[in-house]
């Protein structure tokens, strides 16, 4: 399974990168995130129990969270629960509109006669709406903060 979800932010591209880092600041400014818990916690390396909603299904998994200030990547390992061995790769390139954010998605199913049932529920119904959900309120979040006038 691959899945991509991206958008254009109009903020520093610091900004975004140090916000998508913040997995803290999560549960504040992604409603559909339910809490997010450290197992582990360090500047570059943390080991995550991320839970979220979708259409009121309440879904949980445990992360690795690389954060890579060279490349400007986030990089996720999905250490439990269904999503077993996903990949998630964050990365941050500048476009002539803004910010082009990509959240990509790679998992190799375990049984691959489910692989096609699993793509369309995982894939489609949870990631790709989580990931899109995501994105659209980090943005709100990043251009609001960026446009913010002070006086």
């Not at 999560?26 to 916690?41: K, M, Q, T, V």
Request: glycine share 4%.
């Amino acid at each position: 399974m691959h899945k991509t979800n991206s958008i254009i932010m109009c903020a520093p591209r610091m900004t975004i990168f140090e916000t998508a880092a913040n997995l803290e600041l999560w549960p504040r400014i992604l409603p559909h995130y339910r809490y997010i818990r450290y197992l582990e916690h360090g500047p570059i390396r943390n080991v995550v129990v991320m839970a979220a909603i979708r259409s009121g299904i309440p879904i949980s998994w445990t992360s690795e969270q690389i954060i890579d200030r060279e490349r400007l990547e986030i990089r996720f390992h999905h250490l439990k629960a269904f999503t077993k061995g996903m990949c998630v790769v964050w990365t941050f390139q500048d476009a002539p509109a803004g910010v082009l954010v990509e959240i990509k998605h790679d998992l190799a199913f375990r049984v691959n006669l489910l692989a096609p049932i699993a793509d369309k529920i995982i894939g489609d119904f949870f990631i790709h709406n989580i990931a899109s959900k995501t994105l659209r309120c980090m943005k709100s979040y990043v251009e609001a903060r960026a446009n913010k006038v002070t006086a």
